[in-house]
């Protein structure tokens, strides 16, 4: 069965999620395989949404985060101030999903500027909740498509810390979260190994070097590569049908 | 009292302003008339500038800008503001940049008068280095340093509700945004409300009432005011109108039509619903109604 | 779960506990069963100790207790907590005393994991002297001094709600006070319900729902488990009894005759209830139904 | 027509309420007073309780502070975090009520303890918001029946702060609240001067002896004292058939 690397890295990550987690999800990829996770494997998976929506059973794909159906027989919808206090900041959530114009070798993610912040040759969105969700989730998991651009050796601009210079450095910063756990990108997984981003597996019919052309510095990689299992045909069912009927994101 | 009075009241070149609303129940009916009266030199401040404050950018209103988030939800860049910052279109302006939580930590403060939040953010991040008004505090129980923001006080706050009565006492459900502390941490409060009701809907539920009316400085009544964002319980968000702004922004001449078409174009918010009339009819909701609960004793 | 149990796996001796309610939804079927159980040593923070606690620290379950503001609401003193101050009978215990406002401020920062709260207090007043942890810290912006006063962070809260699911995603309505804040603040939460609903009732107002289920450990079904306390649309405040607890609390030995009968003498709430239930249809609620909202997009 | 010293109290509290003021409203005489003033010249008075209610609208006579009738039919009903911090310390409360065990020549109230903190002779409830709203309201109202004990020169324990040694002591430790502006007791009522509490007004019946007979310090007396008028029939009307009929504060 053919799917797109969107597919494959909606299963990837949906399988990265153990059930009764309560996850921080982002509109588009994070959001598909969240709700695959429910469907599949964790059908105890708590979403939570920065705009307030807990516990979201959305009947459509939302299109925004502040999506009503994302509202419409949630379990509870509260403000952002009880969301970033007590949710976030209150330690109660177990995974944060990010996106990012660039990443780095620690896992630093830059959705700020590309360039000097003061004149940018291109100025993106800014944080949002990325930089506390960065600091305060128990783990990060990140779904990016892989290119030497978008994976420099170090990012223009930190909006987001991963493992900033290398290990250790959050504990002396004091950071509750643990940092990123897990890269997704359309070549392969990554884990992290002293705060670096460490190849872990290989997408079917992707190579190690694709995706060392695909990367900014000397990667590091692991002992042992698996190869990433394909989607399922389940998977691609619910994916196609269910989630994203119109194909927005996949 | 109409939008134009409360607009011509309210709001003044110079001011700072908060139209709040997250993705949910944002004015662009208050948006709309502060370009037609022409107000200048803004401090615009909201989480998420959205099209609303691209339009207010590219109309030449705003001065700087605060805020935590700078995207067309699910569509893209707002142009505007990049022609603003990257290439000084119609001028340059000035930004400040947090990120969510500290724009909210700062309406905290402002709500409640205190002159800054505490709040554990922005460590090894580099936002702090770009903004000198991100700092640090130090606990005075455990030593561990935290981040701190300065308060945000408006003159004056905007905000869109499902329902007011005449006095201002408004409420809303949904998603609530950071709505209230807005509210409380302006001056002045313009209450711009889908419907109008009788002192006694609000109080057969008050734990449903968000903002007290004697805080509130003027109440419009601006049925479809929040299009194209959306009013939960009576119109969708037009998600095609967020994608088509895409290629409306991009390009100053088709911004410069819109403003004229849309806005300039029309007298107020009852002659552009009145323009929007089927697509007005296609977004209306659906009926789930809540279950109710009981306030006898 | 069964009140018994609740209490059984999430009280211990020694623990530091919060049964919240600001004169409405005050788990006295709680409190009840704590003192069934003997527990002792407990650091029990309230507001409003209220009859609840002057319960507990009579029965001497209390070590310690944690408070802003100690009488018997429109009916005098409590008379147990005086006789431990004042008598050490039937023994000393510890207090530290807040207002209201510090009481809310530790909450608030226990439920956001602040290591402590900033406010606009105590300058003047004596509180800072007998307390200190009441303590001062300076505004990074302004220089300002403002108090501060340490996060609570309780082993255990316990929160009385009119209506959850099994999950105990729970919904209040009428006065909120801090219940809240002490559910997110605590290590472990248990929700006692007047009624448990369907999840669809919760899902019809997510905007209702105070607690979400998966901060929550066990969710108990109590009916009439706040009297002599109150639940709004269920059953009103027996002001009565609130006065008449007055004499009972006056007089160790009626104290103890109180508790043989009502606590020691039931085996549950539902016991209780049962030998209460012509006092609990006198005080059921009328009918004063919320106009309802439309959740629809 | 013949009245209690209670009744007086409340209609001369109630004439100090301008119409549209925002009140923090304690039970008791206090919930008497802004009621009656509703029902006579400030039908505008906003009425807010500590206990979360807003605009309350009460249809019986509220025993505590937290009666469901202050909640049914009242504009707003909010936590307390809102209560305290955006109400309270938002500068929006005009009015703050208050009663004390004791009150001293600077207004400083105490409800904390009689004698020493550590071994007390009488243990009181403690402040409960009382502090606060000394602190932050614009202007403090204080009830008290008047005796030696309860008016001495110096309280035991400063629970609310009044004007603390003397003028200026406010500004100096930058108190928003203007502090109390007026104590009315059974024998007159006192404004402040230089932060010192003066009689500026005699109850029908009442003699300046009486007054320094029950008061713990050489007090201040204006040079022109009014006599306080006595409530009207239709104040005494409203407060006995409409506002307290079973006679509970009256």
Redesign the interface.
């Known amino acids: 069965m053919t799917y797109s690397a969107s597919e494959l890295m909606v299963a990837a990550a949906a399988r990265m999620l153990a059930d009764g987690e309560v996850t921080f999800v982002g509109i588009g990829l994070p959001n598909l395989a969240c709700n695959l996770a429910r469907r599949m494997h964790a059908p105890n998976l708590v979403l939570i949404y920065e705009s307030g929506a807990v516990g979201a059973s959305p009947d459509r794909l939302p299109i925004s985060i502040g999506d009503p159906a994302l509202v419409t027989d949630s379990l509870s919808v509260c403000s952002m101030y009880d969301i970033f206090n007590n949710y976030l900041q209150g330690g109660r959530i177990d995974v944060g999903f990010l996106q990012g114009a660039q990443i780095d070798r620690f896992g630093n993610l830059n959705t700020t500027v590309v360039g000097d912040y003061d004149a940018p040759s291109v100025r993106l969105p800014g944080s949002g909740g990325a930089c506390e969700i960065a600091i305060l989730a128990k783990k990060v998991l990140v779904i990016a498509p892989q290119s030497k651009r978008s994976f420099p050796e170090r990012v223009d601009f930190v909006t987001s810390p991963g493992f900033l210079n290398g290990p250790g450095r959050r504990a002396v910063l004091g950071m509750p979260g643990g940092g990123p756990a897990a890269v997704i990108t359309n070549l392969g997984c990554y884990g992290f190994v002293d705060g670096e981003m460490t190849l872990e597996s290989l997408h079917p019919g992707c190579s190690i070097d694709e995706v060392r052309a695909n990367i900014g510095w000397d990667v590091r990689i692991a002992d042992r590569i698996d190869d990433t299992p394909a989607p399922t045909g389940e998977e691609l069912r619910i994916i196609r049908e269910e989630l994203d009927p119109l194909h927005l994101y996949i | 009292m109409s939008m134009a009075d409360a607009i011509g009241r309210y709001v003044h070149d110079g001011d700072t302003i908060v139209i709040e609303g997250?993705?949910?129940l944002i004015s662009f009916a208050a948006a709309h008339e502060i370009i037609r009266q022409k107000r200048r030199d803004l401090v615009a401040c909201r989480?998420?500038p959205d099209l609303v404050y691209d339009q207010l950018i590219g109309a030449g209103c705003v001065r700087k800008l605060v805020?935590?988030?700078?995207?067309n939800?699910?569509a893209g860049?707002l142009y505007a503001?990049?022609r603003a910052?990257?290439e000084r279109v119609p001028h340059a302006i000035e930004i400040e940049?947090?990120?969510?939580?500290g724009m909210?930590?700062r309406l905290?403060a402002g709500?409640?008068?205190?002159?800054?939040f505490?709040?554990?953010?922005?460590?090894?991040?580099?936002?702090p280095l770009?903004n000198p008004?991100i700092?640090?505090?130090e606990?005075?129980?455990?030593g561990?340093?935290?981040a701190?923001v300065?308060a945000l006080n408006p003159d004056t706050a905007i905000v869109h509700v499902?329902r007011a009565d005449r006095d201002g006492?408004a409420?809303i459900?949904?998603?609530?945004?950071?709505q209230?502390?807005a509210a409380?941490a302006a001056r002045n409060v313009i209450i711009v409300a889908e419907e109008i009701v009788d002192?006694a809907?609000?109080?057969?539920?008050?734990?449903?009432?968000l903002i007290?009316?004697?805080?509130v400085h003027a109440v419009v009544h601006e049925p479809f005011g929040c299009h194209p964002s959306?009013a939960?319980?009576?119109?969708?968000?037009d998600?095609e109108f967020?994608v088509a702004w895409r290629e409306i922004s991009k390009d100053r001449a088709r911004f410069e039509a819109y403003l004229d078409e849309w806005v300039y174009g029309v007298a107020d918010r009852s002659d552009y619903a009145a323009k929007m009339l089927d697509r007005w009819r296609d977004l209306t909701?659906?009926?789930?109604?809540?279950?109710?609960?009981?306030?006898?004793?």
Chains 1, 4 share one sequence.
Do not use: M
Not at chain 2, 67 to 71: N, V, Y
Not at chain 2, 118 to 127: F, M, W
Not at chain 2, 232 to 237: A, H, P, S, T
């Open positions: 997250f993705t949910h989480l998420t805020f935590s988030w700078a995207g939800p699910g860049p503001l990049r910052i990257e940049e947090y990120s969510h939580f909210v930590a905290t709500a409640s008068k205190l002159p800054f505490p709040l554990r953010d922005y460590a090894g991040s580099d936002l770009v008004r700092r640090q505090i606990c005075p129980f455990t561990e340093r935290l701190a300065p499902q006492n409420q459900w949904g998603l609530l945004g950071v209230k502390e409380f002192e809907v609000i109080r057969s539920d008050p734990n449903r009432t007290p009316g004697f805080i959306y939960q319980g009576f119109y969708d968000r998600n967020y909701a659906a009926d789930r109604p809540c279950e109710p609960v009981n306030y006898g004793y």
